[in-house]
């Protein structure tokens, strides 16, 4: 049996992948340079592009700050 929160928590990486590719995309950012300004990993910006994990509030909340966007976009 499914719950809840797991089909919640596959929504939002869903989101959160599509939504990081391609707003980096979009302000010309490549995943090494987001990385580096983010303090991670870029295979963790890899990561999470590909859904196989969700940032932390953490990070989320310094890529939303490079990246100018809230953290709900």
Same mark, same amino acid.
């Given at each position: 049996?499914?719950?809840?929160?797991?089909?919640?928590?596959?929504?939002?990486?869903? #989101?959160?992948? *599509?939504?990081?590719?391609?707003?980096?995309?979009?302000?010309?950012?490549?995943? /090494?340079?987001?990385? %580096?300004? $983010?303090?991670? #990993?870029?295979? *963790?910006?890899?990561?999470?592009?590909?859904?196989?994990?969700?940032?932390?509030? /953490?990070?989320?909340? %310094?890529? $939303?700050?490079?990246?100018?966007?809230?953290?709900?976009?």
């Amino acid at each position: 049996m499914e719950r809840t929160g797991d089909r919640a928590w596959c929504r939002m990486a869903i #989101s959160i992948r *599509t939504s990081l590719q391609q707003i980096r995309n979009a302000r010309g950012f490549s995943a /090494a340079e987001l990385a %580096r300004q $983010a303090g991670v #990993s870029r295979q *963790t910006i890899y990561s999470i592009e590909d859904g196989s994990f969700v940032p932390n509030t /953490a990070v989320a909340l %310094r890529l $939303a700050s490079i990246l100018d966007v809230k953290v709900e976009q």
